[in-house]
């Protein structure tokens, strides 16, 4: 008896990924949770208050290169660079998980109903969220941070309007796809409501690829957040922000003052790669096209 994939428990196929796919995974896995950990623990692990001048400097503010007292040196302000990064991780993830969680709280429901109903209202979504798509995200982005404000939360608004068509499409093409199964059809026979379907015999089938868009368009929203505090749109100055850093070290950086920009831009780069990793494997996982034969048949 010859036992195909979707057989399998769940963590077997995933040990019928190609290695390198899972060590990618994994490190991505490890990254990821690594900044999460930072940014949840950074109230105990900085070395000075990231708006507090150390106080050698409060008196004539210099920068200081990294050393024992102050591990990734200090900024033109005399800031503790080690502990602005730590909170710069902060800062982006929260952004990061409201906007991302935004964008999918609009876009999943607006598919399943546009995918369902289809007709004139089917149109019309797809003739809105296809306008939204076509415009670049960071620009986008840019736009409404000029209308909504700088703050966590207008931000996160910002940054997540991109998103919202991805997941509308996705979800939209999976619903179209499955409304025409025995089981719809049957639960439709039975007298069940739009709700009922929706709720219960749709979303579950309709929603495998969200976890890989959340954790791409996350490590994206990363980027498009240090775009926005890079050109002043993000954050406020006195919150700690990769972006907004990186601006002010550039000024810097032609007289050799160069930990100031390293540092903030390691996390940044480092953080999502970390997410793009562990996105792309879920995507693997998800999707067993994707995967390799490995001996066992699909």
Request: charged share 10%; aromatic share 12%; net charge positive.
């Amino acid at each position: 008896m010859t036992i195909t994939k979707r057989q399998l428990p769940t963590f077997l196929r995933f040990a019928q990924n190609s290695n390198l796919s899972q060590k990618l995974m994994l490190i991505g896995l490890a990254i990821t949770l690594f900044f999460i950990l930072l940014a949840f623990f950074a109230p105990v692990f900085q070395t000075w208050g990231w708006l507090q001048n150390p106080k050698e400097f409060l008196s004539n503010p210099i920068q200081s290169p990294p050393s024992a007292q102050h591990w990734f040196g200090t900024s033109r302000l005399g800031h503790d660079v080690f502990s602005r990064t730590l909170f710069g991780a902060q800062a982006a993830l929260q952004v990061v998980i409201l906007a991302t969680a935004l964008s999918m709280i609009i876009g999943v429901p607006l598919g399943m109903v546009s995918g369902y109903l289809g007709g004139k209202l089917d149109k019309f979504l797809l003739f809105i969220m296809d306008s939204i798509y076509t415009l670049p995200g960071l620009l986008l982005s840019v736009t409404l941070a000029f209308v909504v404000g700088r703050g966590i939360l207008n931000a996160a608004i910002a940054i997540s309007i991109a998103y919202v068509p991805q997941y509308y499409r996705v979800v939209r093409n999976h619903t179209v796809s499955v409304k025409t199964e025995v089981f719809i059809e049957a639960a439709q026979a039975m007298g069940a409501s739009t709700w009922i379907v929706l709720s219960r015999y749709l979303f579950f089938n309709v929603i495998q690829s969200v976890p890989v868009l959340f954790t791409l368009n996350a490590a994206d929203a990363i980027l498009v957040l240090g775009g926005l505090g890079f050109l002043g749109l993000g954050l406020p100055e006195e919150v700690p922000e990769w972006g907004h850093d990186l601006k002010q070290a550039l000024e810097a950086l032609p007289t050799g003052i160069w930990w100031t920009t390293l540092f903030p831009g390691l996390g940044m780069t480092f953080m999502v790669v970390g997410l793009s990793l562990l996105g792309e494997g879920l995507n693997e996982f998800v999707n067993p096209r994707l995967r390799r034969e490995n001996g066992i048949r699909k």
